[in-house]
């Protein structure tokens, strides 16, 4: 996958740790967030109810407020859920995500038509890869949603969350199944006021350059399969060379 993918490129040791359960990943309030903004904003509400339920927990008849999460009338309320559960709050906080991105003109086109958590497997470089991709249009190819904090540093953040990497992946497994290279967005939602929304095309030439990164990173891979030797990254000493 693209995530594993990044934990290579970062250090192989790291790769190891994670996919042998060394290091445990539990899912942070913030990206389970991030899941259900997802949904609501490609799938829709029908999609969204069908998976997220939107509640406080019950009500305590004596302050007219919901239990506290602490206590024992929550825990046994949450126990009988067969959905997620949304606040009221962070669905109001997603809902204003969701209008910003359908009302923007360029992302509204992107994803007019298409396919949501389109699910690709497929070898390449010698490597059995899966892409999970949030958007694949047939006419705009591969479009990924993300947010961000603002729009002005969006760019950075690519460099910084490697999306480039990420995309390039997408669009490479996506290449080896089907034949084609498609076109390659971002839809990016600011997460403050104004909840402001901008598109990227990523070019061809970047997400080449990227593509080389990432195929030198799966050769790398192979070897640490064959040699069952995975290093760091940090074995020799570095120099600092400017301020």
Known sequence: ??????AFRESPELYRRKTNGEIAEAESPALALGRAAHCLILEGKAAFDEQYVVADGPVNP???EPYGKS???YAEWLSS??????SPKDYGF?????KSVWTHPTACELLDEGAAEGVVRAEYRGVPCQIRMDWL????GIVDLKTCDSLKWFEGDCKRFGYIYQMAFYRAVLREATGETVPVHLVAVEKNEPFS???WELAGDVLDMAEKVNEAALARYRECLRSGEWPT???ETRIITSL
Request: glycine residues 10%.
């Open 81 to 86: 859920q067969t959905r997620e559960i949304v």
């Open 197 to 199: 929304t901008g598109v």
């Open 94 to 98: 997603i809902a204003k995500l969701q």
């Open 62 to 64: 004596k302050t007219g």
């Open 137 to 140: 249009s047939p006419k705009h």
């Open 233 to 235: 990254g940090y074995e």
């Open 71 to 73: 206590t024992k009338a």
């Open 1 to 6: 996958s693209s995530h594993n993918l990044a």
